[in-house]
């Protein structure tokens, strides 16, 4: 009696990425780095349901946040870091932020 697994349908390129919603260069750079496995069947380059499964196992988890959450993030990013009171920027005389970003802001 045979106990080998059976092995599901394999997909070639075109194939994974139409089911998968990848473009063609994506499954190349997934297998060349090393991501998605892929073999070679004569001329053909096939992808396992094996390999399949092991690559969208592989895929990091989507993190969920409420609106509320990602208003905070927002907010959090706009913050200043730090005020120069005593000097402006240019010839204004205004203070000045210094964003998230390191870009000078006057304030008045």
Known sequence: MDTTPAVGPSLGPKAFGKKHNVSRTTIYNEIKSGRLKAKKLGGRTIITAEDERAWLDSLPVL????D???LENALDDSIPLGV?????ADDTGLPEIIDGTGRRRHFS
């Open 63 to 66: 993190e969920v946040i409420s």
């Open 68 to 70: 509320a959450e990602a």
């Open 84 to 88: 120069d009171n005593e000097k402006a």
